[in-house]
């Protein structure tokens, strides 16, 4: 790399006329040399929108007695809000899960702690630093950080939930989050859904909301969830911020259960670049307001929780797409469907190994149908695999079958699906019934860059 920028420096000096431009003062001192500014450039190509973004977004309807806040507090980002905070009413059920990352935050610390007992009445988000790896301070923050937001709204420690969300190692003062807060609280609103989506970016070129209605006992409720997810995404529970709450009456074990579960074949199912954040946090919240005086829920296997469990987990995979498509510096919305394995986990396996593979997602991103790099992928996943039985499909196009290619199969179809935004590789590795399905992003040069300049 310093070899390349001595190289630059270099001709820059052979050929200034192309680079700089040359200001004469009216004074008659000596010119000034202005060179074309290269924060500019990087600063307008990171807030390029993914080409994968909603053609529209959710628009999210209130919920009874939940009230929403913004504030801007300039911990990292100028002239846009980074701190959000979530007022929920008194009796909320709290679920969570959180990273299997064994260098965990302290907010995530906290949270798991908290989400034991099962009660929430105030979530606290930041962006721009993570809070992870700060030692004794970062437990100082949250502690503060805590104690501030407890207050603000009457409620226990063991109430609220901590998430922060940005760059990892820098300390972070706890200050302008509890001013945040109080700022935050007075303009609070029902409504201010979407100013929360955006609060909680980092690397994100878009807000990402989902909501749906279900049934339960003939009583209508709403589930409402927002997140934030763009690098260091990979499925390891749970793989990146989300915030979800619905007016559903449901005890908070109940709840839990319909997380984790949810969670498997969503969140959990995704990846970008392989890597588990620090800080990953799923929350998940029931106020209980839309069902007043029912018939109290007891089991996630209560009948009466079929069609709400069905719009939970639909809600869970549609942020995890949004989560997918807004991939640092992907094009390429990909899913990876795996059968014939020996179990449900090793098809899962098989099939993040194929979607985390660099090679597999570099020809998807030169939109090359290089199934040869699949079968690698397949081969060096650990799992049983059945080589002679292989069959690899393309955009619903056979091209391998027992074990190699398919005789004389035409490309042309293939060659076109992969110039699309949304392509499709179906896996068979021939040595039982176990399937799962995984979704990624491909690899692009813009994903170096974003991460390139990360903290700069």
Known sequence: MATKAKSVKAKAKAKPAPRVKTIKAKTGAKPVVKAKPKAKAKTKAAAKVSPLAPKA??????????????????????????????????GTAAAGVFTTSKTASAPVDFCRANVAGGKGRI??????????????????????????????????????????????????DPSPVIDGIGTALFSAAADQWDQAARAIMT???????????????????????????????????????????????????????LLVSGTQSSFNAITVDSDTSTSDTLLLFATGTAMQGAKPVKRAGDARLNDFKAKLDELLL????????DGEGASKFVRVQVSGAQSA??????????????????????????????????????????????????????????????????????????????????????????????WTCDLTYEYIRINADYRS
Request: hydrophobic content about 45%.
């Open 203 to 257: 690397t994100d070129t878009y807000r990402k909301l989902a909501t749906r209605k279900a049934k339960i006992d003939g009583a209508t409720v709403t589930i409402n969830g927002i997140a934030k997810g763009s690098g260091m995404i990979a499925p390891d529970l749970a793989t990146m911020l989300a915030f979800v709450v619905t007016d559903a009456a449901i005890p908070a074990d109940v709840l839990q259960a």
């Open 123 to 172: 979530v606290v988000v930041n962006s721009g630093n993570s809070n992870a790896f700060t030692g004794k301070a970062g437990v100082a923050t949250v502690k503060a950080t805590a104690e501030a937001a407890a207050r603000a709204v009457g409620a226990s420690k063991s109430e609220v939930y901590i998430a922060s969300t940005g760059v990892i190692g820098q300390r972070l």
């Open 318 to 325: 549609d942020l995890a797409h949004q989560v997918v498509k």
């Open 345 to 438: 986990q090793a098809a899962h396996r098989i099939g993040l190994a194929i979607a985390n593979s660099p090679l597999v997602k570099t020809a998807i991103a030169g939109e090359d149908a290089n199934w040869g790099r699949v079968v690698m992928a397949v081969g060096k996943s650990g799992e049983a695999a059945n080589r002679d039985k292989l069959a690899i499909r393309i955009g619903g196009v056979d091209v391998a079958r027992n074990g190699e290619a398919v005789p004389g199969y035409d490309e042309t179809p293939v060659a076109r699906h992969m110039k699309g935004e949304n392509i499709d590789i179906e896996v068979d590795v021939g040595v039982g019934r176990g399937s799962a399905t995984v």
């Open 57 to 90: 977004y959710a628009k999210l309807p209130p919920l009874a007695g939940v009230e929403i806040g913004t504030a801007a507090t300039g911990i990292k980002y100028k002239g846009r809000d980074d701190v959000l905070v979530i007022r929920l009413p008194e």
